[in-house]
């Protein structure tokens, strides 16, 4: 994969942490944000899939009376009518 260089600015205590978090899992600086910035993309995926079942558990039964089977039949079978 191709790299794109990316410059950031940050203060004299993030900058030091970093270092050493890095030298601490034996890894560049570069690898570590890059990492830490993986982690974090990911888990804002699984933070979003996560948040979505719990609304879906949560409106479960609306929704199966809106889009339940039953009606959901209907609909196919009105729609396959027309065709």
């Known amino acids: ?4 260089q990316l410059n ?3 203060d004299e205590d993030t900058a030091r942490a970093a270092r050493e978090r ?3 899992r034996g890894m560049s ?3 570590y944000i890059e990492e830490l910035v993986r982690q974090d993309t990911g888990e804002m995926g ?3 899939v996560d ?3 719990d609304f879906m558990k949560q409106y479960e039964s609306v929704f199966a009376e809106e889009f339940g089977a039953d009606r959901e ?3 196919r079978s009105s ?3 027309r065709r």
């Open 29 to 31: 600086v570069n690898r």
């Open 79 to 81: 729609r396959e009518g």
């Open 46 to 48: 699984h933070t979003f």
């Open 22 to 24: 890095a030298l601490a």
């Open 1 to 4: 994969m191709a790299k794109t």
């Open 8 to 10: 950031v600015r940050v």
């Open 51 to 53: 948040a979505a079942s």
């Open 73 to 75: 039949g209907t609909r």
